[in-house]
């Protein structure tokens, strides 16, 4: 919603063609985005920021009048021309006028901190120009300050409010007299901080800029990581910004290091290394971790599910295809100094890891024996999203009904994986920057499968306890754990005031209803007292249907079905290979078809069959060299910032466990 | 004569439209209300809810042709790639079999074929591309009709017969198909636009 372009006519000023009806050229888009270009305002919040010479493009959308052609453009930074190459190429997106070109000066970088003024002009072939203005702002990091960070570990859970965490606490370690009878691992955290996590087009952000908003410090759209939008429909040619992994493998020669328990093309794994324009491009995100990656952020372990575009296509599983695979405009190859990419679908990409040194895992057994002798490591553990812990905890107590369902009986743990991350990252002398991600924390939460949610949570805990562990051996080590959003307004709303028998009971009778799942059977306030869980040596409740259990609610909820008890399968995921096919073709296709029998109906507040993200502000917890610098309450680009700060011109304070 | 493409009901969720069933299959072609009911998401969303638990039972296999199951194509665990092909699978390449599944919903079908998945599903090409959530066991189906034409859109399960074909192949429009199924030709009888009818039956 553009209310104003500060885009001065020159001829006009000149009052050259005022009787003219040759009109100037339009500049519907400066990028990067700035507040002075949409809305002539320069005051801040600066909506662009950027290290010290870290490289983001500039890029203009042109829009000439009707008949004309744009010849010429220049992007002018505090008055001084930009040197270099500018390519011109039409715009493609819906609605946009004939001849309206997209102008791209790639990988600029500016190194002397402060607001700069970024210009456009243009000409069109009748010499009629136009001048558009914005601005972006070098980050100054202050002066050299003592101990610099080495290593950064990033964790993040998925979708993980405040509510996620407190559930997670009440089920592993109980509350008795008004007290937890011990922390969580994140709980030990000696700095909290509190981010909000809009993006660059909702107030409601999805995981992509809800990720890329800490690795490259700016604000992207959803959907998009790594990139800003931009008018061509092609979701590999965005104006790009440098990731924190790029950076400092090129200025520092770090490693990075990317785990999560969901498919890795997922966004928030993407959105530590990948440019694309749609979250979704999975063989070229996947093609992009080995072309890019793997050379230009020192990509050096690569743990998760996602197989299946790791594969040829002559292999039955494989998901590769030429619709989601990527090419890049030679500019933008020739500018990134990357590589162009192709249309590969049988190209045999765990091949690839191996043949640049990845020893390649394909199960948690693997895993185990291949970290110590492995310089670097690629682990993919299912086709597509991993199992949550719920069903591997109960593959791994002899009850495997759902792994063996899915086809992979033997898939690491988090904290499993992490270790394994960490055994590699650290043979780097210079450090590395690893990525560690719960990923579905929020897929269940969006579910609104509450067990298995609160398993994720402590698996995610039991892996934040072991970058604890591991920061505390290697003191130059900053952690970080956080969350990209909130996902299905999730709180605790008291507890079940019966029995578990009795709960099984009426979930299994028709007439249940609201009465007797709901208005008998949630207990608020003092009703609920404190839930009990029982908690086996694998750091697991023995059962989440304990008598008198904790019970959940959804703010972003659409509609469902509830009984309270324990859901023996996941919902469908509609990603799995197997997903069509007996036995998980029997699972639950949504949340409207689970939990029928008791009859209690509870109408969502959203459309669709999922609960969705949240606006609200998300908790951050820091530990190590560093973390002091996170306490407050602030934007979640600032994250990157205060990471880097404490990377490049260090720290005087390191805070240890309390 | 035999008929190759049988429509069979959905009979508990779909009260309007009940078809006809015989040993041979559905004996009406859909109307035109029930094929724009059909192209309604909603409504689509309330068949494809456990439209297999719904399954009537097949008549029985001609001779020469051999039932197949979607969940027969490929071993349960995974190996340490990808999927691995059932020893059926690989023998009843270049036999007749048949299956039982659900026409894909597409926003860009391609004539003469339509993709049979274990359940009913639909995919937006229009909006993403090849990218989707069709799981591998989908089967590519070529249906003997006039050049160009395109399959109707056929809500509810299909039981098709036709040869097998395995093997990963490129696809004309950019998806790669792994297992494949040529139907019966019916002489020169486009058999799903006009295949035979008779009424319906409470």
Redesign the interface.
């Known amino acids: 919603m553009k209310l104003k372009h500060s885009v001065l006519t020159l001829a006009a000023l000149c009052g050259l063609l005022a009787s003219s009806a040759l009109a100037a050229p339009t500049i519907s888009r400066l990028t990067p985005p700035s507040a002075l270009f949409s809305y002539g305002d320069p005051k801040p919040p600066i909506i662009a920021r950027f290290l010290p010479g870290q490289r983001f493009d500039l890029q203009a959308t042109i829009q000439p009048d009707p008949g004309a052609i744009i010849v010429g453009v220049r992007f002018i930074v505090d008055g001084v021309s930009v040197p270099g190459p500018i390519t011109l190429v039409l715009a493609n997106t819906a609605g946009l006028p004939a001849n309206t070109v997209v102008a791209s000066q790639r990988a600029y970088s500016n190194a002397t901190p402060g607001i700069h003024t970024l210009q456009v002009t243009t000409t069109d072939n009748r010499g009629v120009s136009s001048v558009a203005t914005g601005n972006f702002e070098v980050v100054a990091l202050g002066n050299a300050a003592g101990n610099k960070i080495k290593n950064i570990i990033f964790m993040i859970g998925d979708g993980m409010g405040i509510a996620h965490r407190t559930a997670a606490r009440i089920v592993a370690n109980g509350v008795s007299q008004g007290k937890a009878l011990s922390p969580l691992a994140m709980d030990t955290f000696p700095i909290t901080g509190i981010l909000q996590t809009t993006s660059l087009n909702s107030i409601v952000t999805d995981s992509a800029p809800g990720a890329s908003c800490y690795s490259t410090g700016n604000k992207q759209n959803n959907n998009q990581e790594g990139v800003f939008p931009d008018d061509t429909t092609d979701p590999f040619d965005n104006p790009r910004m440098e990731y924190l992994g790029e950076y400092l493998a090129r200025t520092q020669g770090k490693s990075l290091g990317i785990v999560a328990t969901s498919d890795v093309f997922d966004a928030t794994p993407a959105a530590w290394a990948i440019h694309t324009a749609?979250r979704?491009?999975?063989t070229g995100i996947c093609d992009q971790f080995l072309d890019e990656a793997a050379t230009k952020s020192n990509l050096t372990v690569l743990l998760g599910g996602g197989?299946?575009w790791f594969?040829p296509?002559?292999?039955?599983?494989?998901?590769?295809?030429?619709?989601?695979d990527y090419v890049l405009p030679a500019e933008l190859a020739t500018g990134w100094g990357v590589a162009a990419g192709a249309l590969d679908?049988n190209r045999d990409l765990?091949g690839g890891f191996q043949s640049v040194g990845f020893t390649?895992a394909?199960?948690a057994t693997?895993l185990r024996a291949s970290a110590a002798g492995a310089t670097k490591l690629l682990g993919l553990f299912?086709?597509s999203n991993m199992n949550v812990a719920f069903d591997k905890i109960d593959g791994r107590r002899g009850n495997g009904s759902v792994v063996?369902?899915y086809?992979?009986?033997d898939q690491p743990m988090l904290d499993e994986m992490t270790d394994a991350a960490l055994t590699v990252l650290n043979k780097n002398p210079k450090g590395f920057v690893v990525m560690i991600e719960a990923a579905s924390i929020d897929k269940q939460a969006h579910n609104m499968d509450s067990e298995r949610w609160i398993l994720d949570t402590l698996e995610f805990d039991r892996a934040v306890a072991r970058a604890r562990a591991f920061a505390a051996v290697n003191p130059d080590t900053l952690v970080i754990v956080t969350a990209d959003h909130e996902c299905a307004g999730v709180n605790i709303i008291g507890a079940s005031t019966v029995s578990a028998v009795s709960l099984a009971t009426r979930a299994a009778s028709p007439t249940s209803g609201v009465a007797g799942l709901r208005d008998q059977v949630v207990g608020v306030y003092e009703a609920a007292g404190f839930p009990v869980y029982n908690i086996l040596a694998d750091g697991y409740p023995e059962s989440t249907n304990p008598n008198r259990k904790m019970l959940i609610g959804y703010a972003g909820n659409s509609d469902r079905y509830e009984d309270w008890v324990s859901n023996a399968q996941p919902i469908r995921d509609?990603?799995?290979?197997?997903?069509?096919?007996?036995p998980l073709?029997t699972y639950p296709?949504d949340p409207t078809?689970r939990d029928v029998t008791g009859g209690y109906f509870i109408a969502g507040q959203v459309p669709g069959s999922s609960a969705v993200h949240t606006a609200s502000d998300i908790p951050l917890y820091a530990y190590g060299r560093g973390a002091v610098a996170f306490t407050g309450s602030y934007d979640n680009t600032d994250v990157f910032f205060k990471m880097m700060s404490g990377v490049l011109v260090g720290t005087t304070t390191t805070l240890s466990e309390r | 004569m035999r008929f190759q493409l049988l429509v069979l009901a959905t009979c508990s969720l779909v009260p309007p439209f009940v078809p006809a069933l015989s040993a041979h299959g559905r004996q009406t072609p859909p109307t035109q209300a029930e094929i724009a009911w059909s192209r309604t998401t909603a409504r689509w969303e309330n068949l494809r809810r456990d439209a297999r638990a719904f399954l009537p039972p097949r008549p029985p296999a001609p001779t020469g042709v051999t039932d197949l199951e979607f969940s027969e194509f490929f071993s349960p665990v995974v190996g340490d790639r990808g999927l691995e092909v059932t020893d059926k699978l690989r023998d009843l390449a270049g036999q007749r079999v048949r299956l039982v599944g659900f026409m894909v919903r597409q926003s860009l079908p391609t004539p003469g074929v339509l993709l049979l998945a274990p359940q009913p599903v639909q995919v937006d090409e229009v909006e993403y591309g090849a990218c989707d959530d069709l799981p591998p066991q989908i089967v590519r189906v070529f249906v003997p009709l006039t050049a160009g034409a395109q399959v109707p859109l056929t809500p509810g399960p299909l039981l098709l017969s036709g040869t097998l074909e395995v093997g990963q192949q490129p696809e004309p429009d950019g998806r790669n198909s792994f297992i494949r199924l040529r139907l019966d030709a019916p002489g020169l009888t486009p058999h799903i636009a006009a295949r035979p009818v008779a009424s319906a039956a409470p």
């Not at chain 1, 296509?313 to 989601?324: D, K, M, V």
């Not at chain 1, 509609?574 to 007996?582: H, M």
Request: no cysteine; proline share 9%.
């Open positions: 749609n979704g491009a999975g197989r299946k594969l296509s002559t292999t039955p599983g494989s998901a590769r295809a030429n619709s989601s679908p765990i390649y394909a199960n693997q299912a086709l063996n369902d086809g992979f009986p509609s990603q799995q290979p197997f997903n069509g096919t007996a073709n296709s078809r």
